[in-house]
């Protein structure tokens, strides 16, 4: 008990000496000791990272969930340390609306079979969007947020001790300075008694006599104060050499979210190639439909070439049909240079703008073009004309 109480003085009278040192630079009565320059310079860093830090977390959190209540809701499951539901985003709601209706429509319909069409697409638009939401968590905004709950509450921690140590350092120095101050105005007092008698002089040494043993008191402080200094000096700069340390660590924690940064913007390239994919072959299987049903009484023709397309992938990485045996069909149909109606085998995606694009079941007009290669045919749809493989049709009677 005798221990603790005097543990627990020690402590008020080291934080009492702390708050009035605090407190007189405050108001410019007392000196303070200025960091070096480097030490600053890296303080200033380690704020700005985490400043930033912070920022760009809160945003990309924005970003990757833009409902705020969603946001507040999955923060509390986070608190109560619960697993988070899965819940549909707005993709495969919307998908799931589509899909619905199509079917209410009928799938044997152009607008039932493009709605479901359409919703498929979008559903898988929300898988993908879940697929980037979670590599970015994982890899971007986990790091993120272990420096800041982690590596920067250290950084604080021990910041908050060199701002202790210091105000220790300049406690030590005042006080040193305050007792050689009494100790040189004790020098010069003069102790000896008066000549007269007189009361007045008696009285006059007494109060002198006190005051020189009360200086004198100061006097036996210099070495005490001096060892104090010494030992403050030694920790100021032992928790200064600490906190260098710690700091000069953000350089690595940079390349760190360097790396961070690269695969964030990786994840963001394929989420978006992926849904740039599934959209162009949405575009396609659309293409394919009466131009009747196009928006403003646009040709599918016309509404199609409005929008540019990247060239897709040759029809030599898709798997090759069966070869059809020459049929009488065809060499009729060669010889007349008429036109034939034909049914799609297989579904085709065209490797340059001169040829039209295939699904499987449709039925297409098709024509023999003089000069043309004997396994192409001349097919058209609607308005939209193209080069078609032979292998991938069956002449209709």
Known sequence: MEFNVRRLAADAGTFLSRAVQFTEEKFGQAERTELDAHLETLLSRA??????????????????????????????????DKKVPMRANNHELLGECMIDSGHEFGPGTAYGSALIKCGETEKLLGSAEKEFIQSSAINF??????????????????????????????????????????????????????????????????????????????????????????????????????T???????????????????????????????????????????????????????TAGSSSSSIWVPPAQPAASLPAPPPSQTSPALN????????????????YDAASSSELSLLSDEVITVSSVPDMDSDWLMGQRGNQKGKVPITYLELLN
């Open 47 to 80: 704020e700005s990272t985490k400043h930033w830090t912070e920022k760009i977390m809160k945003q990309t959190e924005v970003l990757l969930q833009p409902n705020p209540n969603v946001r507040m809701e999955d923060f509390l499951y986070e608190i109560l």
């Open 332 to 347: 009729e149909l060669r010889s007349t240079s008429g036109t034939r109606k034909a049914r799609v085998l297989y579904d």
């Open 244 to 298: 260098r340390l710690l700091l000069e660590g953000i350089g690595s924690t940079h390349a760190h979210h360097l790396r961070c940064l690269s695969d964030f913007v990786d994840a963001q390239a394929v989420y978006y190639a992926q849904c740039y994919q599934y959209m162009v072959n949405l575009q396609k299987q659309l293409g394919s439909f009466p131009s009747t049903f196009s928006n403003n009484n646009q």
């Open 141 to 242: 905004l986990t790091p993120f947020r272990n420096f800041i709950e982690g590596d920067f509450k250290t950084i604080s921690k021990e910041r908050k001790l060199l701002q202790n140590k210091r105000l220790d350092l300049d406690a030590a120095k005042n006080r040193l300075k305050k007792a050689r101050v009494a100790d040189a105005r004790s020098a010069e007092l003069n102790s000896s008694p008066p000549l007269g008698k007189e009361y007045v002089a008696h009285f006059s040494y007494m109060l002198s006599f006190l005051h020189v043993r009360w200086l004198k008191l100061w006097t036996e402080e210099v070495q005490q104060a001096e060892t104090e200094l010494r030992i403050a000096q030694s920790e100021f700069d032992r928790q200064a050499e600490i």
